[in-house]
């Protein structure tokens, strides 16, 4: 039980045990105290006898709200198991029903989840009546239509993946798909919303037996007592907080426990980022990286790299996933968040950058001209008006037709194309001296990649500005630069022109790469290339070369020593003869 | 193994207001034993066309034979696995009910046919890299004797040098059970390693096919024609 | 709905993805009249739920619910006559027409009880408790969304650890704490103890001070949850792809919180905001109930116990309809705060 050890873990097993100790212990330690009726100490406050005084016919508080812990506790369970069976039956059945059917019932849950429990358990109370069964029946079923609601959308989001499709398609039944792949998957956000649930289904308990219209006199649990204790709240106000406590101790126990059992279940870890290092102009080169490295705690993706992107130059950044090129990206334009550390220098010039994935790198809450003419607006106090206009000039630059009206429309109006050309043209708002680019087509159609490529392209053809074109496609980067840098296990292995990579490339794994993609010229007859083995992962400790292990020309020595980087490229056997 | 015909097939996606012709009549088949790549850009309503094919979409009009006993493996191997459901048991529900069917050496073979060890059937999806994940997807496709498969964009998901090895699989697998295969992605390379026949899709329709180097060498079809010009090369 | 790509694959399953090529599907009509009727038929669907739920929870009450107000004491033909009256001895379906007939002209019958309108209870309580809903809801939209955003602020990436602890602690236990027992406490501190403010007037005239502590117990529960739940919003959104794209663009921190960061949240923060008044009409049941407040809730649940039915029916009408109303309200804003939200099918 390593769980115990975090302080959310401890606070769960703390709460469990005093709910367990008043359930199972209370009227047994207490039993004979709540009943024993004190004509000499008739309402009294607290005092050493009473720590929390008496009621009108002199019964211990204390000893009253230990003993209603099982009423109340029992009462919220019984109440909870009606909302889970009801919640699970209702908002299963749409599964397991046909289309027509599922829908009219979705509808119908849609149509009374709207109501808040608290008013429909009042309306069931009165139907059901006042007493401890019949409300607990109210709360119970009060509780279904958000249960059934939960359940319905969790098992419709599990039944929209390939999974399920995959067993529909494989015949599997409609129960069995239920039983065997929905629930399972549904199960651990439904188990702590059951407990959440029994928190909620405790207090709501306690709300109507405050009222009255629970639990009757003479049997008791924590919502009348308390009733009781605020009549008389001036002689004793503690009467009134003892159950009160005890209620807010219960229903934080089950909230404690439901966000433990969130945490087991869930393993959430907030993907956290925050501000890095900034980049500064220099003459000269666009970008220069010396010894970079990123590290998250005992992994580091980026294991010391250096590089230069020269004036004007186009560079492309190439490796598989993993390799660590896209956070060797962001490292050099600053984008590096917390917990990630950054380490090394760079020095960088005016950066625009265009990210992979055009659908979510725009703000969808803002116009799509805001976005670009604020650019101009924050960093030149440029007049609005002014800027305006030139993000519709920048717009115009990109081959946007109609720039004056994309520019007052939302990001979700656009294309996936049109959209990486705003991205492109928000970084035009400036004078950039670099433009990274990260996977920047392949979101893309491959019609659509061909434009976006020629037009970053023109782009730096027409401003100068340099291009480090990060990429997994050895030919997409090849279409746009004269220079490629391969990155394996968070290093540079080969620094490269475009036509050395096409004749022959000196480190093996570049080689290999090159070998296992199928092109438009691919001999059909031959099996593809392949690379045995698994890159090594960030938390890996690598003592030689990282590629070692899966190289067909490793000796002793690779294993041992990482090779420097000469003349391009890092290794001890390079492939020196031309293809 | 039997053909894989589509006969005048019209799908239409969304309801009411919403609702449009994703496959707008295409007609097409795949010769028994053999592989046909279908090619296209996102939207063109290829993978409508196969989900059409195994009966997860329905059709407005047209016919698409065999009417069961077509297998779909997915794109993306994160998803089209249950996350709770070992290997073994993922591949065993595939297997056919039947008296005598010996479902462990069922799996077993499967699985040695796919290239994964025995050991890998206790294993839950999440102990897999991408590249084992999609050969349990194939295996649990093969598990099920169909008559035909369609391969739904496998590779895409996969890294570059992963993706070979999925390739060389499908190509074994196809010639030595003789397998009848619809293969779909938009990389116009990847169809041409594996495929005899292209069929190329835009907008719903199929706008041209046949042999593979004829297609891709002479190409008919001004929209085929931008596309191959938009391949990026190397050399 | 992204296009199915290598490394960012659509949602799976989804066949919509495929509707039309990317060049042409740019740009879909939001066409926010047909949004607009689709949500308004949904509220009069949610209506004839709520009207016929309260007019069928009378004819579920097991025994004669005009016995059970007049109680045994009550002579038969006091009974049968006051039946005849409330038209219970009609065919269900033409006391289910008069009931909806009643409604719309007004008519929610009158009390069995004390024998007035219904509809004059109504109005004589109802301002009491709209006054106390409307300045519950304003001090929690006041004070949550900027503490939510602040926390979030000063504790992303795993920085201000003790202030992210004192935070969800803190405001983890408000909200649990339920309405009723967080007036009790208020009761016992700030009245009887501190004699600070005062509790319960019945005699009528309610100055301001009588407003403080029941807005304060029904407002810091609901103020707690809000406040959580803009601080998850707040760091989901500060850590997406447009906000790396709004400090690659190097913003000031002024811009990027709020052009950026703020409109992203508001949606979730209003969506949350139209149940918490949903949360606060039921919460306000209690709160009323314990400072004696002379509006509906208290009416409500006095109507409860004497089985006074005809009270209830009408009560639980308002509350509904007011829950309805605010949430029809909510949809309608964010269809125009976000033009997104119009798209989604219910």
């Known amino acids: 039980m390593r769980g115990l050890k975090t302080p959310l873990g401890a606070a769960a097993a703390l709460s469990l045990a005093f709910l367990l100790f008043a359930v199972v212990l209370g009227p047994i330690l207490w039993g004979d105290d709540a009943i024993k009726v004190d004509t000499m100490a008739l309402a009294q406050g607290a005092s050493a006898a009473h720590p929390m005084g008496t009621d009108g016919l002199g019964r211990d508080v204390l000893a009253r709200t230990m003993v209603a812990a099982r009423p109340s506790v029992g009462l919220a369970l019984l109440a909870t198991l009606i909302t889970v069976a009801g919640g699970l039956l209702l908002g299963g059945l749409p599964a397991v029903l046909g289309r027509r059917a599922g829908r009219l019932l979705n509808g119908f849950i849609g149509l009374v989840v709207a109501f808040p429990g608290l008013l429909i358990a009042l309306v069931l109370a009165v139907v059901l009546g006042s007493g ?417 292990p899966r190289c067909p020309r490793a000796g002793d020595r690779c294993l041992t020593a990482m090779p420097p980087f000469e003349d391009g490229v890092a290794c001890w056997h390079p492939i020196k003869e031309v293809s | 193994m039997t053909a894989l015909e589509f006969q005048g097939v019209r799908v239409r996606l969304g309801r009411r207001r919403h609702a449009a012709d994703v496959v707008k009549g295409v007609d097409l088949t795949v010769p028994a034993g053999t592989v046909v790549g279908l090619v296209g850009e996102s939207g063109c309503g290829k993978s409508t066309l196969a989900r059409a094919a195994v009966g997860l979409v329905p059709l407005a009009a047209g016919r698409i034979t065999p009417g069961s006993g077509v297998q779909l493996v997915f794109q993306d191997p994160y998803s089209s696995l249950d996350p709770r459901m070992t290997v073994g048991s993922a591949v065993a529900e595939a297997v056919p009910k039947g008296a005598g069917v010996d479902r462990a050496g069922e799996v077993a073979r499967l699985l040695d046919l796919v290239g994964l060890e025995p050991g890998h059937a206790g294993r839950l999806p999440r102990h897999l890299s991408g590249g084992q994940r999609q050969r349990v997807a194939i295996a649990r496709a093969l598990a099920a004797r169909p008559r035909v498969v369609i391969a739904d964009e496998i590779t895409s998901a996969l890294d570059v040098s992963v993706q070979g090895m999925v390739l060389n699989l499908v190509r074994e697998l196809q010639r030595e059970l003789g397998l009848t295969m619809l293969f779909i992605s938009h990389n116009l390379a990847v169809v041409r390693y594996v495929s005899d026949r292209v069929a190329v899709m835009n907008r719903g329709r199929i706008v041209e096919s046949g042999p593979v180097d004829d297609v891709l060498s002479a190409p008919r079809d001004p929209y085929t024609r931008t596309l191959l010009e938009s391949v990026p090369r190397l050399r | 709905m992204a296009v199915p790509t290598p490394h960012h694959p659509a949602p799976p399953g989804d066949p919509v993805e495929e509707q039309a090529p990317p060049e042409e599907r740019s740009s879909r009509p939001a066409r926010p009249g047909a949004y607009l009727a689709r949500r308004f038929l949904r509220f009069l669907l949610s209506l004839l739920l709520l009207v016929t739920a309260t007019f069928g929870m009378v004819h579920v009450v097991p025994g004669d619910p005009v016995r059970a107000a007049l109680g045994i004491t009550a002579s038969p033909e006091l009974v049968a006559a006051r039946t005849h009256e409330l038209g219970l001895d009609l065919p269900v379906w033409e006391q289910y027409a008069r009931y909806a007939a009643g409604l719309f002209s007004g008519d929610l019958g009158t009390s069995m009880i004390s024998g007035l309108p219904v509809s004059q209870t109504i109005a004589d309580r109802l301002p009491y408790t709209v006054m106390l809903a409307l300045v519950a809801f304003a001090v929690v939209m006041v004070t949550a969304i900027p503490a939510g955003m602040a926390a979030a602020a000063w504790t992303r990436g795993g920085r201000g650890r003790a202030a992210e602890l004192l935070f969800t602690g803190a405001s983890g236990l408000l909200a649990v704490v339920p309405e009723f027992l967080l007036a009790v406490a208020m009761i016992v501190l700030f009245a009887v103890t501190w004699e600070l403010l005062p509790v319960a007037n019945v005699s009528g005239s309610l100055t301001p001070s009588y407003y403080v502590l029941p807005t304060l117990a029904l407002a810091v529960g609901p103020a707690a949850a809000l406040a959580r739940i803009v601080r998850v919003e707040a760091l989901s959104v500060l850590s997406s792809d447009f906000m790396r794209t709004a400090r690659a663009k190097r913003l000031p921190a002024r811009l990027i919180y709020l052009r950026h960061a703020l409109p992203n949240l508001l949606t979730g923060a209003l969506t949350i905001g139209g149940l918490l008044i949903s949360g606060l009409v039921a919460g306000s049941v209690l709160v009323e109930n314990v400072f004696v407040w002379p509006g509906l809730g208290s009416a409500l649940v006095e109507a409860i116990k004497a089985k006074d039915y005809p009270v209830v029916q009408g009560v639980v009408l308002v509350y509904g309809g007011a829950v309805l109303l605010v949430n029809l309200a909510v949809d309608v804003a964010l269809g125009r705060l976000d033009p997104r939200s119009t798209i989604k099918e219910d």
């Open chain 1, 132 to 548: 401890g069964r019949p409300a607990a029946f109210a709360i119970g079923l009060a509780g279904v239509p958000a249960f059934a609601r939960l359940t319905q959308t969790l098992a419709a989001s599990v039944a929209g993946r390939d999974f399920v499709a995959a067993a529909r398609v494989l015949g599997v039944g409609r129960t069995r798909m239920l039983v065997r792949h929905i629930l399972p998957n549904i199960g651990e956000p439904l188990i702590v919303q059951a407990t959440l649930g029994a928190g909620g289904a405790l207090l709501a308990f306690a709300a109507l037996s405050f009222l009255g219209l629970g639990v009757q006199a003479p049997d008791y649990d924590w919502g009348l007592l308390l009733n009781e204790g605020l009549n008389r709240v001036y002689v004793n106000p503690a009467a009134a907080l003892a159950p009160g406590i005890a209620v807010v101790l219960a229903g934080l126990a089950f909230n404690v426990l439901g966000e433990y059992a969130a945490q087991v279940f869930g393993g959430r870890s907030p993907a956290a980022r925050g501000a890095g290092g900034s980049a500064r102009p220099v003459p000269g080169d666009a970008l220069t990286v010396k010894d970079l490295r990123v590290s998250y705690g005992p992994a580091v993706p980026v294991k010391g790299v250096s590089f230069t992107v020269g004036a004007g130059e186009r560079v492309g950044l190439v490796g598989e996933s993993g390799s660590g090129k896209s956070l060797t990206a962001l490292a050099a334009s600053g984008l590096v968040e917390p917990p990630g550390v950054v380490a090394g220098s760079i020095e960088a010039g005016e950066t625009a950058m265009v990210f992979q994935d055009p659908m979510t790198s725009l703000n969808p809450a803002l116009r799509v001209g805001t976005q670009l003419a604020e650019v101009a607006t924050a960093h030149e106090r440029l007049a609005r008006r002014a800027a305006g206009r030139r993000a519709v000039a920048r717009l115009t630059d990109v081959h946007i037709a109609a720039a004056a009206k994309v520019a007052r429309q939302y990001p979700h109006e656009l294309s996936g194309g049109m959209r990486q050309r705003a991205m492109i043209a928000m970084g035009l708002m400036g004078t950039p001296r670099l433009i990274i680019a990260d996977e920047p087509t392949t979101a893309l159609d491959v019609t659509v990649q061909k434009q976006i490529l020629d037009l970053l392209r023109e782009v730096s053809d027409s401003t100068g500005a340099a291009i480090l074109l990060i990429s997994h496609d050895l030919a997409v980067v090849a279409q746009l630069c004269s220079r490629v840098l391969v990155m394996y296990a968070g290093v540079i292995v080969e620094d490269l022109t475009v036509e050395r990579l096409v004749a022959g490339p000196a480190h093996p794994y570049t080689r290999a790469l090159l070998a296992s993609v199928p092109d438009m010229s691919a001999d059909r007859s031959q099996p593809l290339a392949t690379i045995p083995g698994r890159m090594p992962s960030p938390a890996d400790p690598v003592a030689g070369c990282p590629f070692a």
